[in-house]
């Protein structure tokens, strides 16, 4: 398997919405669908916020001022990250053209022997069921 990295230009540019060449697909389903990818998502997403109201700790004012100026709008967009955190790397999946639903492999897997318990008491789930495999919401 090709485990092609990106140069550190190109993860910054990837990070924030730029796409990577095909040759690295795989990196990229590892970074938006494995392990810690929601973790890395939030960090991500916290930093330009931070770099955004950083200069406004400059001004001249008290502790209280400061932080009544800046913490509610930082906690509400490290809020939306997490909460729009499946819908961003759903988009960023297909945005490289791979599958959106990979989202998803984590929590199957882990939920395999739920799914395999429910088959063996009631049978296959039918096929009109297929559509609410996935947690898209759309």
């Known amino acids: 398997m090709d485990t092609a990295k990106p140069t550190p230009l190109q993860y910054v540019a990837y990070s924030y919405g730029r796409c990577l ?20 998502h939030v960090i991500r997403m ?8 950083a200069p406004l700790w400059l001004l001249p004012a008290s502790l209280y001022v400061h932080t009544e100026m800046t913490a509610p709008i930082y906690i509400w967009a490290v809020l939306m990250a997490i909460a729009l955190n499946k819908v961003w790397r ?6 490289h053209g791979l599958d959106p639903n990979l989202v998803d492999v984590i929590k199957r897997r882990k939920d395999a022997h739920l799914h395999e318990d429910y088959i063996q008491r009631y049978g296959p789930r039918p096929a009109s069921a297929r559509s609410q495999t996935n947690s898209s919401p759309f």
């Open 90 to 95: 759903r988009h960023r999946l297909a945005q």
């Open 46 to 53: 916290a930093i330009p916020p931070l770099l955004v109201l």
């Open 21 to 40: 060449p095909d040759s690295m697909r795989d990196w990229v389903a590892e970074d938006l669908a494995g392990e810690g990818a929601v973790r890395r």
